[in-house]
């Protein structure tokens, strides 16, 4: 009786143990340290249910997966940054191109305006050029001239002409050996009054040619 009793006990303690090993099968696939689901198919199918044989949430493929995706991401994330910063350069030198085209243009359009003043000049000096050596001419022809007939002409002239040419046969005069000026005779054989407003001009106001 009493070793009926052990052996039903062995027998006991024996599905005891398989239990347990099947139990600790199961937890070490669930926690995925083991594959065993192909192992305990049958008893799946037993059940009518499949076992599942793919790897688990808990296998390395899933965590390799996520370090390759934050890889990426951050790729992502680099090249994101590039292209702003190239677009942000782009933007610069776009800026920088239009402020240099700008500088340009008021630099030709400085560059005109000094070439008409140039030029302006250059016409104002040929005419005083011109001016002068008509003066010059006229003071000449005067002087050779017998002083009651240099006189005439002069009366016709308008008074800026007869001041430009009396200064002008004074300036010759100091070029003379005798060093001796016309001007003052010619205002003295000059209407008294036409003579005294040539003079008072003459003071009054500077060298002008018209």
């Given at each position: 009786m009493a070793r009926g009793s052990n052996i039903g006990k062995s027998i006991v303690l024996l599905f005891l143990i398989i239990i347990l090993c099947l139990g600790g099968l199961l937890w070490f696939d669930y926690l995925g340290i083991i594959h065993a689901k192909t192992v305990f198919a049958p008893v799946y199918r037993l059940f009518g249910r499949e076992a599942q044989t793919a790897p688990t949430a808990t296998s390395s493929r899933p965590l390799n997966s996520d370090i390759d995706q934050d890889r990426i991401d951050k790729q992502r994330e680099a090249l994101q940054l590039y292209k702003e910063e190239l677009e942000k350069r782009e933007t610069d030198l776009t800026a920088t191109g239009q402020q240099n085209e700008q500088l340009a243009a008021e630099l030709a359009e400085r560059e005109?305006?000094?070439?008409?003043?140039?030029?302006?000049?250059n016409n104002l000096q040929k005419r005083y050029d011109d001016v002068e050596v008509n003066i010059e001419q006229i003071a000449a022809n005067l002087y050779n001239m017998r002083p009651e007939a240099a006189v005439e002409i002069l009366v016709a002239m308008d008074d800026q002409l007869v001041i430009d040419v009396l200064r002008k046969e004074d300036e010759t005069?100091?070029?003379?050996?005798?060093?001796?000026?016309?001007?003052?005779?010619?205002?003295?054989?000059?209407?008294?009054?036409?003579?005294?407003?040539?003079?008072?001009?003459?003071?009054?106001?500077?060298?002008?040619?018209?």
């Amino acid at each position: 009786m009493a070793r009926g009793s052990n052996i039903g006990k062995s027998i006991v303690l024996l599905f005891l143990i398989i239990i347990l090993c099947l139990g600790g099968l199961l937890w070490f696939d669930y926690l995925g340290i083991i594959h065993a689901k192909t192992v305990f198919a049958p008893v799946y199918r037993l059940f009518g249910r499949e076992a599942q044989t793919a790897p688990t949430a808990t296998s390395s493929r899933p965590l390799n997966s996520d370090i390759d995706q934050d890889r990426i991401d951050k790729q992502r994330e680099a090249l994101q940054l590039y292209k702003e910063e190239l677009e942000k350069r782009e933007t610069d030198l776009t800026a920088t191109g239009q402020q240099n085209e700008q500088l340009a243009a008021e630099l030709a359009e400085r560059e005109k305006i000094l070439e008409e003043r140039e030029k302006t000049f250059n016409n104002l000096q040929k005419r005083y050029d011109d001016v002068e050596v008509n003066i010059e001419q006229i003071a000449a022809n005067l002087y050779n001239m017998r002083p009651e007939a240099a006189v005439e002409i002069l009366v016709a002239m308008d008074d800026q002409l007869v001041i430009d040419v009396l200064r002008k046969e004074d300036e010759t005069a100091k070029t003379r050996s005798d060093g001796y000026s016309m001007s003052s005779y010619w205002l003295s054989l000059m209407p008294a009054e036409r003579a005294a407003t040539v003079q008072r001009k003459m003071v009054s106001k500077p060298r002008v040619l018209d």
